[in-house]
């Protein structure tokens, strides 16, 4: 049985949590571990990468940085532990909508692997992900554009806002007008807490 942990802050300085630096601790010592960027690849949050990978590095962890695409998906494979970084949610999305991801991300998880998302990288793993992009309309040019779906890759029920505990009152208003409006729950995520979802 695998473990999904979804975070919002994940592994970054100033975000992580002592309670989530053990349980990474307990399933990445001395494991190697895969850190995907496809969230970082249109800019956004490309200063986290290094020191992601120097905080497993104090762990003892081996790690790997990729980029994963339809051809290279079969290295996943190769890793204990598959970190998804946060970021851009578009290239996340684009990635859960190739059917051969979905398949490696199950085959991953049924021989006991482990996948721990930030952020974007623990959004992903819902159904859908038009909510995070009418919510935050407006608020950065990433969110004003209009993708071909807003699927994610449905191993949650979960719609996880992370950053909490740094959205200002005018998005938690919306939020709160919109889970009214839609119906839709929206499950409020602060930096250093985290959900564990056995698959």
């Given at each position: 049985m695998g473990k999904l942990i979804l975070t919002?802050?994940?592994?970054?300085?100033?975000?992580?949590?002592?309670?989530l630096d053990k349980l990474i601790f307990k399933y990445s010592n001395d494991k190697k571990v895969l850190l995907v960027q496809n969230a970082t690849t249109t800019g956004s949050n490309v200063k986290g990468i290094n020191n992601i990978k120097n905080n497993f590095k104090s762990i003892k962890a081996v790690i790997d940085v990729l980029t994963l695409n339809k051809d290279n998906l079969n290295l996943i494979f190769n890793y204990d532990v598959i970190y998804i970084t946060g970021g851009d949610l578009a290239p996340l999305i684009e990635l859960a909508n190739n059917n051969d991801f979905s398949t490696h991300i199950l085959k991953h998880l049924n021989k006991g692997g482990v996948i721990i998302g930030e952020s974007s990288g623990s959004m992903i793993f819902a159904k859908d992900l038009k909510w995070c992009y009418d919510i935050n309309k407006g608020k950065k040019p990433k969110y004003d554009t209009i993708l071909p779906t807003y699927k994610g890759l449905g191993l949650t029920n979960l719609n996880i806002f992370p950053h909490w505990n740094k959205v200002d009152d005018l998005y938690k208003q919306k939020t709160i007008n919109y889970e009214k409006t839609t119906g839709i729950k929206i499950f409020r995520m602060q930096d250093g807490e985290f959900e564990i979802i056995e698959i």
């Open positions: 919002s802050g994940g592994y970054l300085d100033g975000q992580r949590s002592d309670e």
